[in-house]
């Protein structure tokens, strides 16, 4: 089993930065894909960024693309996502994920990040 708690959310004022963290325990997060989500009901949950166990390849939404920078430590076990220039339509719950290739997938229970105008 793998236990993944997000921290780091919380209300920030328009063009201001949140470092989001996802802690995992149960299994090394350097063996999953690691992915940020957001949801913001009543919208489907949609990949935010996502970083790769193999090359530690990155991917990110086009919503994010030059704000948002997902990166690892392993030393700490955790995944973290680093938003800036935060804009009022990112105001959403964001979720971890962990991909086990070939295996199970695992979520953590999410952050409320709220953005204010």
């Known amino acids: 089993q793998v236990q993944l708690v997000e921290a780091g959310g919380g209300l920030v004022q328009a063009g201001g930065s949140l470092r989001l963290s996802c802690a995992a325990s149960?299994?090394?997060?350097?063996?999953?894909?690691v992915s940020w989500w957001r949801q913001s009901p009543p919208k489907e949950r949609d990949v935010v960024a996502a970083?790769?166990?193999?090359?530690?390849?990155?991917y990110y939404a086009d919503s994010v693309k030059g704000r948002f920078t997902i990166s690892r430590d392993n030393t700490k076990n955790t995944v973290y996502l680093q938003m800036n220039s935060l804009k009022p339509e990112d105001t959403a719950i964001y979720y971890c994920?962990?991909?086990?290739?070939?295996?199970?997938?695992?979520w953590g229970r999410g952050t409320q990040v709220t953005v204010s105008s």
């Open positions: 149960g299994r090394a997060l350097r063996s999953c894909d």
């Open positions: 994920k962990c991909v086990v290739p070939g295996s199970a997938n695992y």
């Open positions: 970083i790769s166990w193999s090359d530690d390849g990155t």
